[in-house]
């Protein structure tokens, strides 16, 4: 029973010391570095054709290209198209010449 106590206690004075120590102030300014990260939410524009569904999104350099769509729960109603858009959301086009398999049974282009 000693030991355990012995043992607990060096346990929690290792983590505290690794608290003090790793939490300490390191003089080195982060604005100093040159650089500002402004984070910023740019909405999705909505897919034509009533796609719901969006995944696979990829990002290429200035673009984004992205599979869509229509789902009616985990139904798949429609085939899959693939978009590309430029990275501030504008520029939406379908890429025509892409091509799937054939929709699920029951499933419209």
């Known amino acids: 029973m000693n030991g355990t106590r012995l043992t607990a206690i060096l346990c929690a004075a290792l983590l505290l010391a690794t608290i003090l120590f790793g939490c300490r102030n390191n003089d080195t300014d982060s604005a100093d570095s040159g650089y500002v990260f402004l984070p910023e939410i740019i909405p999705f524009p909505k897919v034509p054709g009533g796609r719901n569904h969006i995944e696979n999104i990829v990002i290429a350099e200035d673009n984004v290209f992205f599979t869509a769509a229509n789902l009616a729960g985990s139904t798949q109603l429609s085939r899959d ?18 091509s799937t398999k054939q929709p699920p049974h029951g499933a419209t282009a």
């Not at 198209?81 to 892409?98: A, H, P, Q, R, V």
């Open 81 to 98: 198209k693939i978009f590309s858009m430029s990275i501030d959301g504008s520029d939406l086009t379908e890429l025509s010449e892409y």
